[in-house]
């Protein structure tokens, strides 16, 4: 049964499981073939998919973010971490899944334009081709914020003469000491519109299989797991991704949040608003999370 939530419901979450009952679950599910997960390729999304590579019933595949849209449509992969304005492209039938997001209420550092000119008299920006939410929040912030329809073009290849960039990612750490001008999008969204700013979330196909209440919740314990365990996460990976202990830590809880619920889906849905209002991406359907098929029992006492 697939439910459509109101934008200021709640969002319910599993409880992290035992080891006892990973266990069972993995015995009772080892005749179904390993859930195909795709996540991107950035830190930000180590909390997310903690563990996930030893997880017996998933088969983890990383991407760039402008990749898992693609890859979750042809149906190479079951569940993907999309960027948030795929949604709502035409023709899909996506359900979000009720668990944790990449989002931020404030600065997120990794979202960032740079420039050799003053933020207002940009008119062409340069992006990376890796990023269709952030540029999507860039034309909405020019739109907005400086009364311009701003016009974009692929960097397919990062020059240092390049005059006005955006970068997403791991890409930005190198550069946040190069550009004598620049803007935090998170940042930019925050002032704009009050609200938190939702990057990317768990989507999958509304015919997935009816199993899919399971890998609801093997990412459910993934997410609580890793925030629970940010230190090893940061001892582990994040010098391959350019970060230093200290500012990974910082980038983990204060620049990033992976909470997904009540003001995370009000600025997800102011989102798409705007987008919609400045002809960045016409509106096409409501948030609709997947929820478990409830089964009820019925006795006769007559």
Known sequence: MFVHLAINQIAVYNPPMSQKEEITQ???????PPWRVGAVSYFNAEPLIFNLNDHPQVKLQRFAPAALAEEL????????????ID??????????????????????????????QPLEQIDTLAC??????????????????????????PLEKFSPTENSILLIGDKVLPHLHE??????????????????????????????RPAAAELVKILTHAAQ???????????????????????????????LCFDFGPGEQAGLEKFYQLADETAV???????????????????NNE
């Open 26 to 32: 993995n015995q009772s599910a080892n005749s179904n």
């Open 73 to 84: 449509d042809s149906r190479r992969i079951d569940v993907a971490l999309v960027p948030s």
């Open 225 to 255: 797991q890793g925030r629970a365990n940010l230190q090893q996460i940061i001892q582990q990976t994040s010098d391959q991704h350019g970060f230093d202990e200290q500012l990974a830590l910082s980038y983990l809880t204060e620049n």
């Open 128 to 153: 990376d081709t890796d990023s269709h939410t952030s540029i999507a929040l860039a034309r909405i912030i020019w739109n907005k914020r400086f009364g311009k329809n701003l016009r974009v073009q």
């Open 179 to 208: 550009y004598p001008c620049q803007l935090d999008l998170g940042q930019a969204w925050k002032e704009l519109t009050g609200r938190p700013f939702v990057y990317a979330f768990w989507a999958m196909h509304a015919d997935t």
């Open 281 to 299: 991406q016409p509106l096409l359907r409501p948030l609709t999370f997947y929820q478990p098929e409830i089964k009820f029992s019925c006795s």
């Open 87 to 116: 949604y709502q492209q035409p023709g899909r039938d996506w359900l979000i899944l009720p668990v944790s997001a990449i989002a931020s209420d404030g600065p997120v550092l990794t979202v960032r334009v740079f420039s050799r």
